[in-house]
């Protein structure tokens, strides 16, 4: 157990729709990861988060957004879904110091688009 | 741009015996951390070990040893005597010493260890 939590597990929704997916990190850790595993892109990175700011961004789309708010619990937002988004959706934390380096996956959440 | 090729898709070997996993990447910064994750059946990311760039010792960690070498740009991770335990895909994952971490991964390589 990697201490960090991600609900819900499984999410079936429709085309169209918008779901939000939420994640806690590890205690103490300031940094949230969100990155999304597809069978055609692999595991890609999409955003991040240091005490509630972005930090960076990576393949994320115009329909995605995230936030981090004060207790460092994240959460990512996915509007006008296609089926295309269908995918696992990690998070990940990461302390201070020497330890911002290790990133800590959560168990993730299955997205499944009809 | 940061880039991690894992060349083997699917490796499958048959119980006890040893098997390396390659990992090849590129990067610009001379500052740069590498990392092995385990991703079994039940779809967790687990985390194995990092790499600094400034430190190029060999790790040994019961049955697995990881093999960094700078000037081949590869980061190669040896199962030694697996186990059926071990069927997993691998990933090979590298990020930058800037401020931000993320992590740039391989395809990853599904291992199938045989009874």
């Known amino acids: 157990d990697s201490g960090v939590t991600q609900t819900p597990k499984h999410l079936i929704t429709a085309t169209g729709q918008r779901v939000t997916l939420r994640c806690s990190p590890r205690?103490?850790?300031?940094?949230v990861y969100w990155y999304q595993q597809s069978l055609d892109q692999g595991l890609q990175f999409l955003i991040q988060?240091?005490?509630?700011?972005?930090?960076a961004k990576g393949n994320i789309l115009e329909r995605f957004s995230a936030q981090q708010f004060p207790d460092l619990h994240s959460e990512l937002n996915l509007s006008s879904l296609e089926l295309g988004d269908s995918a696992l959706y990690f998070c990940?934390?990461?302390?201070?110091?020497?330890?911002?380096?290790?990133?800590?996956f959560g168990p993730g959440t299955r997205l499944t688009v009809l | 741009a940061q880039k991690v090729t894992q060349a083997q898709t699917e490796i499958s070997v048959v119980e006890k015996e040893d098997v390396t996993l390659d990992c090849v990447y590129e990067?610009?910064?001379?500052?740069?951390?590498l990392f092995w994750y385990k991703q079994p059946p039940s779809g967790e990311l687990v985390f194995l070990i990092r790499?600094?760039?400034?430190?190029?010792q060999n790790e040994i960690s019961g049955r697995y040893s990881w093999n960094f070498q700078k000037s081949t740009s590869s980061f190669n991770f040896t199962i030694t005597a697996s186990q059926v335990v071990d069927s997993a895909v691998y990933f090979c994952?590298?990020?930058?010493?800037?401020?931000?971490?993320?992590?740039?991964f391989g395809s990853g390589t599904q291992l199938t260890v045989l009874p």
């Open positions: 205690s103490g850790d300031l940094s």
């Open positions: 988060y240091y005490n509630g700011e972005e930090r």
């Open positions: 790499r600094n760039s400034f430190d190029e």
């Open positions: 990067t610009r910064d001379t500052t740069y951390y």
């Open positions: 990940a934390s990461s302390g201070q110091g020497n330890a911002y380096n290790e990133q800590f």
């Open positions: 994952a590298l990020s930058e010493g800037g401020s931000a971490r993320q992590l740039t």
